[in-house]
């Protein structure tokens, strides 16, 4: 299995930056990809940014404000965001792809979710 843990998150005003942390740990064979999603109250989970080693791609309601960074070694990603707005006020999520073996696809896991607030 592999377990999701994040960090970060908070209110903050307009314009301001937050950085969120998410750590993978367990026993996943290869990690796919690692980012993060988010959900505000009364819609769908969307994708914010994703990195795989090849590419990283992001929402484009965030292109340019937000950057992600992983460190494969260490199976943690982290997401820089700036110049916030309160439309990005959410419960962001780390998303993780794992397979578990040589021999079986990949699966996906969560963590908990950390709440993003931004005040206009």
């Known amino acids: 299995q592999v377990q999701v843990a994040e960090s970060g998150g908070g209110l903050v005003q307009a314009g301001g930056s937050l950085r969120l942390s998410c750590v993978a740990s367990?026993?996943?064979?290869?990690?796919?990809?690692m980012g993060w999603y988010r959900q505000a109250p009364g819609k769908e989970r969307e994708l914010v940014a994703t990195?795989?080693?090849?590419?990283?791609n992001y929402a484009n309601s965030v292109k340019g404000r937000c950057t992600l960074s992983r460190e494969f070694d260490k199976n943690t990603v982290a997401l820089q965001m700036n110049s916030l707005k309160a439309d990005d006020t959410a419960t962001y999520y780390c998303?993780?792809?794992?397979?578990?073996?040589?021999?079986?696809?990949?699966?996906?896991?969560w963590g908990q979710g950390t709440q993003v607030t931004v005040s206009s």
């Open positions: 998303n993780v792809r794992a397979a578990l073996s040589p021999t079986t696809n990949w699966d996906e896991y």
């Open positions: 367990g026993s996943a064979f290869m990690i796919i990809s």
């Open positions: 990195t795989t080693r090849d590419s990283t």
